[in-house]
């Protein structure tokens, strides 16, 4: 997929149904999300661009870190998230900018004391030429924060229901492992060879591995995989038939998962930290 390819995918019906997920969504990440703004470390009087801000969620709590002294912006090429992250921002009052644009091309001033970015830096179709420019963002002595997925097989709340439907999905096309999408970064040294080639010193990236509490019940669970996520791409043109089988497959393989406090699937996750 070149760029053009993400803004149509994300503004259509996956952005869609990610801006109305938005509840849903916050909770799932809320576990990488606080592992993920400790590592950040978003100080006081700060001034933060989040990159692929989404609905907002990151970004308004980087507002609540850095007070009333630093500033927060978001950025995301997705215009109905966006929509969601700016009447969330008229309703609480919160003066933060949201800007509908691609950041591998947005003409950025060196401004910013952090950049950050919770999943939202792996769908670039050029990345090194993606992160120089946002590297254009940082003021002197800034830093890139972000954190990205491992492999998929790392990563059971994908892989799980991707395995139990694919014996029922039509025939899948092989998938190059680089190419933009959820995982494009799962190589370590890949990503570390795009960052330096970028401009990026003194990079460092640690492991992070965790838990997505996915829903209550394993059947809203299997829903909810075949409405947002690499699942709900796979099957958007399956008939109804096949998404039910697929559905109880699905059902069936998240058992494995299932706990007392509900479906809790492993993550295993990418922490970066990088500077010009």
Not at 20 to 31: E, K, N, P, S, V
Not at 70 to 97: C, F, H, N, Y
Not at 139 to 150: E, I, K, Q
């Amino acid at each position: 997929m070149n760029n053009q390819d993400q803004i149509e995918y994300w503004n259509g019906r996956a952005g869609q149904n990610w801006a109305a997920q938005q509840d849903y969504t916050d909770r799932i990440l809320g576990h990488i999300t606080e592992a993920f703004l400790a590592f950040a470390a978003p100080k006081a009087g700060e001034r933060v661009l989040d990159i692929g801000c989404g609905c907002g969620t990151t970004t308004f709590t980087f507002a609540q870190c850095v007070g009333r002294d630093g500033s927060v912006a978001g950025i995301d090429i997705s215009g109905p998230m966006l929509s969601v992250a700016q009447a969330r921002a008229q309703a609480s009052q919160a003066d933060i900018p949201f800007i509908e644009a691609d950041a591998s091309t947005y003409d950025f001033q060196p401004v910013f004391d952090l950049v950050a970015s919770r999943f939202g830096v792996m769908f670039f179709a050029e990345p090194v030429g993606a992160f120089a420019n946002i590297r254009k963002a940082l003021a002197p002595n800034g830093r890139l924060a972000f954190v990205c997925w491992r492999a998929m097989q790392d990563n059971g709340w994908a892989m799980t229901p991707i395995a139990a439907a694919r014996p029922l999905l039509p025939p899948q096309e092989p998938i190059d492992p680089n190419a933009p999408g959820p995982f494009a970064f799962a190589d370590k040294d890949r990503l570390r060879d795009i960052l330096e080639k970028a401009g990026f010193r003194h990079i460092h990236i640690e492991k992070f591995d965790g838990h997505m509490d996915m829903a209550a019940t394993v059947e809203e669970a299997a829903a909810k995989t075949m409405t947002i996520g690499p699942l709900s791409r796979a099957t958007a043109e399956v008939d109804e038939a096949t998404r039910t089988k697929i559905r109880d497959a699905v059902m069936g393989a998240l058992k494995s998962y299932a706990t007392p406090e509900g479906v809790r699937a492993p993550v295993a996750c990418w922490l970066v930290r990088a500077r010009p």
